[in-house]
C-alpha cells in the first residue's frame, strides 16, 4: 500500500522558516517524482516544488523560487522542503504526491500528473 505522510507543518510569523517532510512507502522510492502542492482557502491546488528522486531534477513555482528548497533523502524514502523567508500568502495546507514518470517541466505543476497523495499539512504564517 503506497502511502504518503507529511508533517513539519505549524504557524510561524512572517519572515521565518519551516521544513516539510514527506515520507513515502509502499513504493520503490528511486523510480518516482515527489511533489508538493499546497492549497489555501477558495483557490485551487497549486504546485509549489518537485523532486524527481531518479536523477534528482528539481522545480519550483517562480512565487517560491530562491525562497524553498526541495532535496530528497533516498535512504529514508523521505522527501523535504525547506520554507524560509516565509510570507503570509504561503499560507495553505501543503501536500506531497508521487507518481511514477519521469518528470518534465511541463508535467510537474498539474495536480492530475499524480497518482498518490497524502493528507496535508497546515502552514499559517502571520503577519
Known amino acids: 500500500e503506497v502511502q504518503l505522510v507529511e508533517s513539519g507543518g505549524g504557524l510561524v510569523q512572517a519572515g521565518g522558516s519551516l521544513r516539510l517532510s514527506c515520507a513515502a512507502s509502499?513504493?520503490?522510492?528511486?523510480?518516482?517524482?515527489i511533489g508538493w502542492f499546497r492549497q489555501a482557502p477558495g483557490k485551487e491546488r497549486e504546485g509549489v516544488s518537485c523532486?524527481?528522486?531518479?536523477?534528482?531534477?528539481?522545480y519550483y513555482a517562480d512565487s517560491v523560487k530562491g525562497r524553498f528548497t526541495i532535496f530528497s533523502d533516498n535512504a529514508k524514502n523521505t522527501v523535504y522542503l525547506q520554507m524560509n523567508s516565509l510570507k503570509p500568502e504561503d499560507t495553505a495546507v501543503y501536500y506531497c504526491?508521487?507518481?511514477?514518470?519521469?518528470?518534465?517541466?511541463?508535467?510537474?505543476?498539474?495536480?492530475?500528473?499524480?497518482?498518490?497523495w497524502g493528507q496535508g499539512t497546515q502552514v499559517t504564517v502571520s503577519s
Open positions: 523532486v524527481s528522486s531518479s536523477d534528482g531534477s528539481t
Open positions: 509502499g513504493f520503490t522510492f528511486d523510480d518516482y517524482a
Open positions: 504526491a508521487a507518481v511514477g514518470v519521469w518528470m518534465t517541466q511541463a508535467l510537474w505543476g498539474d495536480y492530475n500528473t499524480y497518482d498518490y
